[in-house]
């Protein structure tokens, strides 16, 4: 069974940074694309970030692109997100997906973690 654990999330005040990372177990890992979503609430599920198998390919929603940097440590079965210049716009609950293929459609995402808290105060 796969499983995806988020960690790394918390309060930080706006022009902070954290750093989300994602383990992930029960799957041969570097072979699918990763994505980050993040949910607020009342508002519906959105694409932050993708990376494909190898690292090599990334993809930002436009709102997080040049403040936000995804990677992926396929020895450690693990994927990150860096997130810099944070303002309070990006207070969400954080997801970590997998999928076949880099998407932005979080239908199209197999297996997901349970998420965690980022709050970014004014």
């Known amino acids: 069974q796969v499983q995806l654990v988020e960690s790394g999330g918390g309060l930080v005040q706006a022009g902070g940074s954290l750093r989300l990372s994602c383990a992930v177990s029960g799957r041969t890992f570097g072979r699918g694309a990763m994505g980050w979503f993040r949910q607020a609430p009342g508002k519906e599920r959105e694409f932050v970030a993708g990376i494909i198998s190898s690292g090599g390919y990334t993809y930002y929603a436009d709102s997080v692109k040049g403040r936000f940097t995804i990677s992926r440590d396929n020895a450690k079965n693990m994927v990150y997100l860096q997130m810099n210049s944070l303002k309070p716009e990006d207070t969400a609950v954080y997801y970590c997906?997998?999928?076949?293929?880099?998407?932005?459609?979080?239908?199209?995402?197999?297996?997901w973690g349970q998420g965690t808290q980022v709050t970014v105060s004014s």
């Open positions: 997906a997998d999928a076949d293929r880099l998407l932005v459609d979080p239908t199209a995402y197999n297996y």
